[in-house]
C-alpha cells in the first residue's frame, strides 16, 4: 500500500502539472489572437512626428510562474546528466508571452509598443535546489496615433 502511494502521489502531480500547464497554454493562444493587431517591437528608430501621436505612456506586464515539483526532479536529473533541460523552456516561454499579453492588456486602444523590452530573473529560497519560480516583465511604450497616420521604422 506504500509503495502504491509512493508511485500514485508523483504520477498525480504530473498529471495535474500537465494539465494547468496546457490550460494556461491555451488561454496564452486565445489572448494572443485578441490582441494580434497591437504589435510590440524593438526597433532602432522609429519615425512618427510628434504632432502625430496623441498619447504615449510606458506600458508594462509581470508575471511569476511557478514549476511543479515533478518538473523540478527532472531537470534536476537532466542538470546531472547534462542537455536542454525542456520542463524550464516551457516555464520561460510561458512567463516570457503571458508578461507580454499583460503589457498588451495595459496598452489597450494603443497603435503600436514601441522599445519592448522582456527581463526575466529567478526567484528561489535556495539556488542549488534549481529554479522554483521565475519572474518576467515585459515593458514599452504605448503610443496611440491619431487618425491615418503610419509608422514608418529603421533599424540603427
Known amino acids: 500500500m506504500d509503495i502504491l502511494i509512493f508511485i500514485l502521489l508523483p504520477v498525480l502531480g504530473y498529471l495535474a502539472g500537465t ?4 490550460r494556461h497554454y491555451r488561454s496564452i493562444e486565445e ?3 485578441r490582441y494580434l493587431h497591437l504589435p510590440g517591437v524593438t526597433m532602432g528608430n522609429v519615425e512618427i512626428g510628434e504632432t502625430d501621436v496623441e498619447k504615449a505612456e510606458m506600458v508594462y506586464g509581470s508575471v511569476v510562474v511557478s514549476t511543479d515539483y515533478f518538473k523540478r526532479i527532472l531537470a534536476g536529473l537532466r542538470n546531472i546528466f547534462g542537455g536542454t533541460v525542456r520542463s524550464y523552456e516551457t516555464l520561460t516561454d510561458r512567463a516570457r508571452r503571458e508578461a507580454l499579453l499583460r503589457m498588451k492588456e495595459m496598452a489597450a486602444g494603443a497603435s503600436v509598443i514601441v522599445n519592448v523590452r522582456i527581463e526575466t530573473s529567478a526567484i528561489s529560497k535556495d539556488v542549488s535546489k534549481g529554479v522554483a519560480c521565475l519572474e518576467a516583465i515585459a515593458y ?4 496611440t496615433l491619431r487618425e491615418n497616420n503610419e509608422i514608418h521604422t529603421s533599424v540603427t
Not at 494539465?19 to 496546457?22: G, N
Not at 514599452?140 to 503610443?143: D, I, M, S
Open 19 to 22: 494539465w494547468a500547464e496546457k
Open 31 to 33: 489572448r494572443e489572437s
Open 140 to 143: 514599452g511604450t504605448a503610443l
